[in-house]
């Protein structure tokens, strides 16, 4: 079974629907990560939370925002999803404070 | 303001060849700098790391090199296999140590194909 699963993986909508993308973890740790991937820019920090109490705004937090309901489970929500939110999202989870460990990404169109 | 560049999109190498992949970075603050590999329909996986107070690290057939004055790093691959053909992304964080946040900051990513 994988580590760090992402539920849906794939997820097609329309502007102005809301949209949660959730992010399950059997690894143990505290640390928990949403990033999003669009061509030519990487990955780039939406939140991230070190703990159950704790959670922290990343680059582009605007339009977002996230739940973390126990130490395994961490929710990114889009409150009014719009066509520039469509990316490749992936959870992350460490416990190192520096290697992350990936889930295999939620792959979300707005239209 | 792009903090952590690779400006190569794209590396064809031959099966057996060195593959070479750049990564430059612009916040003197770095001091822990990571490589990750992403297979298509897949999350990225750690490949190899670095911290500031090393030039080079190695594990098989990888191996990083850093940089400093230059605000440089590199991955070597050697010898290049068909199954590295992936996108590689560098990343970097600042404040190794108990004021790490553990926040990285990616790269674009350079898709490498290793030709058969």
């Known amino acids: 079974d994988a580590d760090v699963t992402q539920t849906p993986r794939n997820r097609i909508t329309k502007t102005g629907k809301r949209i949660m993308l959730e992010c399950s973890q059997t690894k143990g740790h505290d640390r928990m990560y949403w990033y999003r991937q669009d061509p030519g820019l990487g990955l780039r920090l939406i939140y991230y939370s070190f703990d159950v109490k704790d959670i922290n705004k990343g680059e582009i937090s605007d339009g977002y925002s996230v739940s973390r309901q126990a130490q395994a489970k961490f929710s990114l929500s889009l409150e009014s999803a719009i066509p520039n939110q469509t990316a490749l999202y992936f959870c992350a989870t460490s416990d190192y404070p520096h290697e992350q460990f990936f889930g295999p990404g939620t792959r979300l169109t707005v239209l | 303001d792009q903090q952590v560049k690779q400006n190569s999109p794209s590396l064809s190498v031959q099966e057996g060849r060195i593959s070479i992949l750049n990564c430059d970075y612009t916040?003197?603050?770095?001091?822990?700098f990571l490589w990750y590999k992403k297979y298509p329909a897949e999350g990225p996986t750690f490949l190899i790391s670095i911290s500031s107070i090393k030039d080079k690290n190695e594990d098989g057939r990888f191996t990083v090199f850093l940089n400093k004055s230059a605000k440089h790093l590199s991955l070597h691959i050697v010898p290049s296999q068909p199954g590295d053909s992936a996108v590689y992304f560098c990343a970097a964080s600042a404040g190794y140590g108990s004021s790490n946040t553990g926040k990285l900051i990616f790269g674009q990513g350079t898709t490498l194909q290793v030709k058969p």
């Open positions: 916040n003197s603050m770095f001091d822990y």
